[in-house]
């Protein structure tokens, strides 16, 4: 056997994507092994699935400048990267996202609501500490996707002065997750054990999203979040 035919494949690179112009997307994780894909459009073809976009992608871009990436080996590992169609590139604070979903407008109940759907309490911003929330009358919980060891969690802000209606939570779960399965139709916490109703979620702990399918128990918290203790709690607030 020659040499070459000994040839090792260059080591998998994990990159994280994002949807081109959405400030809400919180970026997937997307593994980059050439022995899988042998070209960059096979590559591209995977991240259309993979964060869902509404188009086929067709472009990345470094999420700063907007510099095009042009094939499979320009990707660097733990680098992070903007997915688009054949549109020209949106410049938005990608990397920041969980600021932006503070911003939107209000409802008939006083809550705000983002564009991507989110409800959560007008004065979110104020809650950095377990202690301000409780005073406040707001909390907030990280949401992760059942299965799913490649997305990191995304907030779920929440007022506790209205009361939840657990069939619009769901909706709204739905909307932000895109699982696979479709719907979100149960929130479990970590152990597997099922929420049936808002007064049950607990500031800042985490939780998972689940269609028709069973709980997959997975670590994680183990694998998605900073070890720091206290990025545990605040990783995606200022």
């Not at 929330?133 to 799913?148: E, P, Q, T």
């Not at 800042?204 to 720091?228: F, T």
Request: charged content about 20%.
């Amino acid at each position: 056997m020659s040499s070459r035919g000994l040839a090792l494949a260059p080591p998998a690179k994990n990159v994280v994507v994002y949807r081109n112009g959405d400030p809400f997307f919180p970026g997937r994780k997307v593994v980059v092994n050439q022995r899988r894909f042998l070209t960059f459009e096979a590559f591209l073809n995977e991240v259309t699935k993979s964060i869902h976009a509404p188009l086929a992608v067709r472009n990345l871009y470094t999420p700063r400048r907007g510099h095009r990436v042009a094939e499979l080996g320009d990707l660097q590992d733990g680098c992070h990267y903007v997915a688009a169609g054949f549109e020209k590139f949106k410049k938005l604070n990608y990397l920041n996202h969980g600021r932006k979903e503070l911003r939107g407008t209000r409802n008939s109940e006083g809550l705000q609501v983002s564009t991507s759907g989110w409800l959560f309490s007008p004065i979110f911003h104020s809650c950095r500490t377990t202690g301000s929330s409780h005073a406040l009358g707001c909390f907030y919980c990280s949401v992760f996707r059942n299965g799913d060891l490649l997305s990191p969690p995304f907030p779920l802000p929440l007022s506790k002065s209205t009361p939840l209606q657990w069939d619009a939570l769901l909706a709204t779960l739905t909307e932000k997750a895109n699982l696979r399965s479709g719907a979100v139709n149960k929130l479990c916490k970590l152990d597997g054990t099922q929420v049936s109703g808002g007064e049950e979620l607990v500031n800042g702990d985490y939780y998972v999203a689940v269609g028709n399918e069973e709980y997959k128990k997975l670590p994680y918290l183990e694998l998605l979040v900073p070890q720091d203790s206290a990025c545990r709690t605040l990783w995606y607030v200022d």
